[in-house]
């Protein structure tokens, strides 16, 4: 069983932060589907020529919600006939859809309704509108607050929206009043982060000229504790160091990346994983629609993965989940080595084996990024 990503690279503008792969223009698109149908076909047995299951599929970009709904009937044609999907297959699977609050008029949500995604991943980011307008983000806080109430009147049931705290200049307080905000929605999922400051972006190149101010570290790390109190004393679980859901509602598919389970990427700059390698496609839409035009796959890269490799992906994936590291999936030179490191984390208390995993407990939550350093193979 695997999963299906599918990555849609059209925005209606850019925010100041983002350094995912997108374009702004929308002439592509038609040509993309088009596209994006010819490589799943190409690549229908990429996990298993004997099985090629599928378990999640995963609409993300860029602004997926930037399409069409006929757009989006059409991918889903593609990704029904490449593997021979029935309703009732389909019905048993999360699918989910990344949707930008701006778009979700009442006539978009109607006809998402009527396609197989049963979640939406919504990014809110904030419900202050001044930092809305500084990230470049279209939407405002009380149509993100309508999106959220169009969704939940058209019957979806699973709805998870992202934030983003340590703006320039936020108080403790203020990041409070977001997660307040955001309670109130009654939504199934929320992803928070602090916001990055990846090289290339806008955001970067501010913060660089001296034009605003990085968040400090000790109110980044109050602010995170506010986060975990304020959403587990609600009922979610804090199942993934950024990621919380209510019982019965975690992300099937990112979970997926987490535990090592295969998956193919579709798309422009999207990345496949078997196990054995990765390989991403090329991030260039002109290159991508060109190859699979002239019935070729598009350039890609690709990189073969030794133990060693395999292992540190283990360790920086499965470390972030609550439940931690399978000892026993471990090889007994790398189960030796990966408790020896450990050792002194274990002592300290900020990190603990339970039921055979080994675990980040919440006291070394905050120097995760230390402990992973510390058990990866060098």
Same mark, same amino acid.
């Given at each position: ?23 702004? /223009? ?48 059409? /991918? ?14 389909? @019905? ?49 806080? @009380? ?153 070729? /796959? ?27 590291? @399978? ?10 080595? /990966? ?40």
């Amino acid at each position: 069983m695997s999963g299906l990503y599918i990555h849609l690279p059209f925005c209606a503008s850019r925010c100041i932060y983002c350094g995912f792969y997108s374009t702004t /223009l929308p002439s592509l698109r038609d040509r993309y589907i088009e596209a994006a149908g010819r490589e799943m076909a190409l690549r229908r047995s990429y996990l298993n020529p004997t099985d090629p299951c599928l378990k999640t599929i995963y609409l993300g970009g860029g602004t997926p919600s930037q399409l069409s709904i006929g757009q989006l009937q059409r /991918l889903f044609h593609y990704i029904e006939e490449t593997w021979s999907l029935e309703a009732e297959q389909l @019905s048993r699977m999360e699918i989910t859809m990344e949707c930008n609050p701006d778009d979700l008029t009442p006539d978009y949500v109607e006809g998402l309704r009527k396609l197989p995604v049963n979640r939406i991943s919504m990014g809110i980011q904030t419900f202050s509108d001044s930092r809305l307008t500084f990230l470049h983000r279209r939407h405002t806080a @009380s149509e993100a607050t309508e999106a959220v109430r169009l969704l939940q009147e058209a019957g979806f049931s699973n709805i998870s929206i992202d934030l983003m705290f340590g703006f320039p200049g936020e108080t403790v307080e203020e990041w409070k009043d977001d997660l307040r905000k955001a309670l109130s929605l009654g939504v199934q999922h929320i992803s928070a982060y602090s916001l990055m400051y990846e090289e290339g972006t806008p955001l970067y190149r501010m913060l660089k000229e001296g034009k605003i101010k990085e968040t400090d570290e000790e109110t980044s790390l109050d602010m995170y504790r506010m986060l975990m109190d304020e959403l587990e004393a609600t009922g979610f679980e804090h199942y993934e160091i950024s990621n919380f859901a209510q019982p019965g509602f975690r992300s099937r598919h990112n979970s997926s990346y987490w535990q090592q389970t295969p998956y193919i990427g579709i798309g422009a700059a999207a990345h496949s994983y078997d196990l054995k390698s990765r390989q991403w496609n090329c991030s260039s839409i002109n290159h991508y629609i060109e190859a699979l035009e002239a019935g070729k /796959l598009p350039p890609m890269q690709r990189e073969e993965l030794d133990e060693s490799t395999r292992y540190d992906d283990l360790v920086t994936t499965a470390l972030r989940t609550r439940e931690g590291l @399978s000892i026993e999936s471990l090889s007994p030179y790398y189960r030796h080595y /990966l408790l020896s490191c450990a050792q002194p984390w274990i002592e300290s208390g900020r990190m603990e084996i339970s039921k055979g995993h080994l675990r980040i407990t919440r006291k070394g939550i905050f120097v995760s990024d230390d402990i992973m350093s510390d058990l990866m193979h060098v």
